[in-house]
Every structure is written in C-alpha cells, then in structure tokens.
C-alpha cells in the first residue's frame, strides 16, 4: 500500500508564492516519475509539472517560468514552487508517483489533492 500526502495549499493574493509538498510512504522500493496535476472546476485534469528520478522535468506551457518542481529522493517527496500566481491557477492539485513496491511494478498512485486559491 502507498500513500501519497500533500500539503501546503491555502488561499494567497495574485502575484503571490506557495510551495505543495507530497511525501509518499508506504512499502516503496522504487518511484519512477512524480508530478503535479490540477483540476479547476468544471474542467478536466491536467498536468502542471513532472520530474524523474533522474531529475528531468517537464512543465505545462501555461506555469513555465513560474512553477519550479523538485524531489528529494531520500524522502520520497516532490515538491512545487509556484511564484507569480494568478487567479487561473485556482485549482484542486493533486500528487501522483509511479511506484514500485515489494508486491506491485510500477503503478500510478495519486494523492486527496489540496486546493489553491487565487483570488485577484
């Protein structure tokens, strides 16, 4: 079993910085790629940003230059910078990770989500 825990949401003013974090625990053996997804109302969900093991990322072309998405491997947790925000990043983020454990290859686990707010 593998849980993935988010933190870090809230309400903050345009132009203002939050940081998500995500810690997945569990019977891990290995996490492949983390990433962030978020879902704005009445929309479908889509990715933010994603990371590797390896450390290569990929962002949506809407929060480049803005998000910075980051993993400490160690701790099995992914994180996400997001500066400059603006009332469209209001949404539900959500955490997901392709894990590995001792029972199960490589599947995708997602987090509750935690909510971002924006407000203009």
């Known amino acids: 079993q593998v849980q993935l825990v988010e933190s870090g949401g809230g309400l903050v003013q345009a132009g203002g910085s939050l940081r998500l974090s995500c810690a997945a625990s569990?019977?891990?053996?290995?996490?492949?790629?983390m990433g962030w997804y978020r879902q704005a109302p009445g929309k479908q969900r889509e990715l933010v940003a994603a990371?590797?093991?390896?450390?290569?990322?990929d962002y949506a072309d809407s929060v480049k230059g803005r998000f910075t998405i980051s993993r400490d491997n160690a701790k099995n947790t992914v994180y996400l910078q997001m500066n400059s925000l603006k009332p469209e990043d209001t949404a539900v983020y959500f955490c997901?990770?392709?894990?590995?454990?001792?029972?199960?290859?490589?599947?995708?686990?997602w987090g509750q989500g935690t909510q971002v707010t924006v407000s203009s």
């Open positions: 997901n990770a392709e894990v590995r454990t001792f029972i199960r290859s490589f599947s995708g686990y």
């Open positions: 990371t590797t093991s390896g450390g290569s990322t």
């Open positions: 569990g019977s891990i053996l290995s996490i492949r790629e």
